[in-house]
């Protein structure tokens, strides 16, 4: 399995504390069955340079290389879609996935629609591809869930969390990211882990849920296929066509 979203690099934002956190984290991860994770820091939301995520990064991937980790990690950043991140994008001082032409960005849960929707069109007139992160958290998104269903019309990728299909963001989070999973809308389903405590990187409870109630490939689909695509700058697949 392929995961876009975790918080696995440690001491930069409020994901990994510790590099033995980060050692314990793959080590779940791994035996959950996931071999391949973007390490997704918020990229523009905490105090560290582009300097910094890179000499985090590499150590972490050679601690998980001397400690036998079968875990390979891939570059990439969580981007507060504001203003400024215009700017430091035309700086090249946010990371996309894995260097491809895909954005993995969020927004203020309280952001006007309009807003998201501007900044998402003028992303993708600059040819960026763009992979929104846990719609089903955002509040402009749950007391407007048309919105998410209008920004797949403009090509964006859903990110779900697979804590909101379990419950772990409560009852709104769950029925909305539900929804869009049986409304074929979702792109990929992620763990956007932070700890070993209450947001982990094990795909175990969500690879059984998924498997429980949907089709083999759609599980494939949004587990592994893809999350791999995505790292590799390919076209996702959309679900409703297949």
Not at 49 to 57: A, R, S
Not at 64 to 71: A, H, N, S, V, Y
Not at 142 to 151: E, F, G, K, N, T
């Amino acid at each position: 399995m392929v995961d876009i979203h975790s918080h696995i690099l440690p001491s930069l934002d409020d994901g990994s504390r510790s590099l033995e956190e980060s050692l314990r984290m793959a080590r779940q991860a791994v035996s959950s069955g996931i071999r391949h994770m973007a390490a997704t820091s918020h990229g523009n939301f905490y105090n560290y340079t582009l300097e910094d995520y890179w000499t985090v990064f590499r150590k972490t991937q050679e601690a998980f290389t001397t400690e036998q980790i079968p875990l390979k990690l891939y570059p990439g950043m969580e981007i507060f879609l504001d203003e400024d991140a215009f700017f430091l994008l035309e700086r090249k001082e946010l990371l996309s996935l894995n260097s491809t032409d895909y954005l993995l960005v969020e927004f203020d849960f309280e952001e006007r629609p309009e807003k998201v929707t501007d900044r998402i069109r003028r992303l993708l007139d600059k040819d960026w591809r763009i992979v929104l992160a846990h719609p089903e958290r955002y509040r402009f998104i749950q007391r407007d869930p048309d919105l998410a269903y209008d920004l797949v019309d403009l090509d964006c990728v859903l990110q779900v969390n697979g804590g909101s299909l379990l419950g772990d963001f409560g009852r709104t989070c769950e029925r909305l990211a539900l929804k869009f999973l049986e409304d074929g809308i979702v792109g990929v389903v992620a763990s956007d882990a932070h700890d070993m405590e209450y947001r982990t990187p094990s795909a175990d409870r969500i690879s059984r849920f998924l498997e429980s109630f949907y089709e083999a490939a759609a599980v494939k689909l949004w587990l592994s296929e893809n999350p791999s695509r995505i790292l590799k700058g390919y076209p996702v697949l959309d679900l409703r066509k297949i």
